[in-house]
């Protein structure tokens, strides 16, 4: 089982691009491409927390088991 | 002066110390000539070819040493860049720790080495091998084998520097 990331799917909901979330919570845009791209070994739930608080979302709504 | 800052300055440092050990260790030699090493117990009736090479041999420590400074200097220039927590920083603390196990050894073998060298020509009973230990020597051991102790800690750390990162 694979964890798949669909942030870009609530970036495009929220009409914000990458480079405006990446600036508001703290994290390169370069690392956030990374996630978008499920490219990392994890997430800290710190940065996650922050992201779900700008987009509005649950931690559901970003990672999804497939 | 941050970190990296004073690595920076200490690579100059260290850079000029690996061009100036060298020519100092060597310009000496060529100015004073060869001398019987201190504390051998040989004759001082060596000729001058026996002189020089053990001279020569006598340089082993001072091309080791030169290495440690190279080494040195590559490890200080990845500081210098921020790289401090990497697997070629472990790598080259492994390679000084090395260096300084082999400072500590040489002596071991070159003492006897020269002693031979220095008293081959005389008659026989009167020939001499010398062995020793110094302080200095189990210094260097002790700072070798410590050394790579750190160096093992320093990979384990790069390893887990490395895991952080790739955390978002």
Same mark, same amino acid.
Request: glycine content about 10%; aromatic content about 4%; some cysteine.
């Given at each position: 089982?694979? =964890?798949?990331?669909?942030?870009?799917? $609530?970036?495009?909901?929220?009409?914000?691009?990458?480079?405006?979330?990446?600036?508001?919570?703290?994290?390169?845009?370069?690392?956030?491409?990374?996630?978008?791209?499920?490219?990392?070994?994890? =997430?800290?739930?710190?940065?996650?927390?922050?992201?779900?608080?700008?987009?509005?979302?649950?931690? +559901?709504?970003?990672?999804?088991?497939? | 002066?941050?970190?990296?800052?004073?690595?920076?300055?200490?690579?100059?440092?260290?850079?000029?110390?690996?061009?100036? %050990?060298?020519?100092?260790?060597?310009? $000496?030699?060529?100015?004073?000539?060869?001398?019987?090493?201190?504390?051998?117990?040989?004759?001082?009736?060596?000729?001058?070819?026996?002189?020089?090479?053990?001279? %020569?041999?006598?340089?082993?420590?001072?091309?080791?040493? &030169?290495? =440690?400074?190279?080494?040195?200097?590559?490890?200080?220039? %990845?500081?210098?860049?921020?790289?401090?927590?990497?697997?070629?920083?472990?790598?080259? =603390?492994?390679?000084?720790?090395?260096?300084?196990?082999?400072? +500590?050894?040489?002596?071991?073998?070159?003492?006897? &080495?020269?002693?031979?060298?220095?008293?081959?020509?005389?008659?026989? +009973?009167?020939?001499?091998?010398?062995?020793?230990? +110094?302080?200095?020597?189990?210094?260097? %051991?002790?700072?070798?084998?410590?050394?790579?102790?750190?160096?093992?800690? $320093?990979?384990?750390?790069?390893?887990?520097?490395?895991?952080?990162?790739?955390?978002?």
């Amino acid at each position: 089982m694979q =964890i798949v990331v669909r942030l870009d799917v $609530m970036l495009a909901r929220r009409k914000m691009t990458s480079r405006d979330l990446a600036a508001r919570i703290g994290i390169t845009e370069q690392n956030l491409s990374l996630l978008k791209s499920g490219k990392v070994k994890g =997430i800290r739930f710190e940065t996650l927390a922050k992201i779900c608080a700008e987009l509005d979302c649950q931690p +559901g709504d970003l990672l999804e088991a497939e | 002066m941050n970190f990296q800052r004073r690595a920076q300055v200490l690579r100059v440092l260290v850079s000029v110390a690996a061009v100036t %050990l060298p020519l100092a260790v060597v310009g $000496m030699l060529m100015w004073q000539g060869p001398q019987t090493p201190y504390g051998l117990g040989v004759s001082q009736d060596a000729s001058q070819s026996q002189l020089w090479l053990s001279a %020569l041999v006598g340089l082993a420590p001072m091309v080791v040493g &030169v290495w =440690i400074l190279m080494t040195m200097r590559a490890l200080l220039g %990845l500081y210098a860049q921020g790289h401090a927590l990497s697997v070629e920083a472990a790598g080259d =603390i492994r390679r000084i720790g090395l260096g300084l196990v082999l400072m +500590g050894l040489l002596p071991l073998l070159i003492r006897p &080495v020269q002693s031979v060298l220095l008293s081959w020509n005389n008659p026989a +009973g009167e020939r001499a091998l010398t062995v020793g230990v +110094g302080s200095g020597d189990v210094g260097f %051991l002790l700072g070798g084998a410590l050394m790579l102790l750190i160096a093992w800690a $320093m990979a384990e750390a790069a390893e887990a520097a490395a895991e952080n990162r790739a955390f978002v």
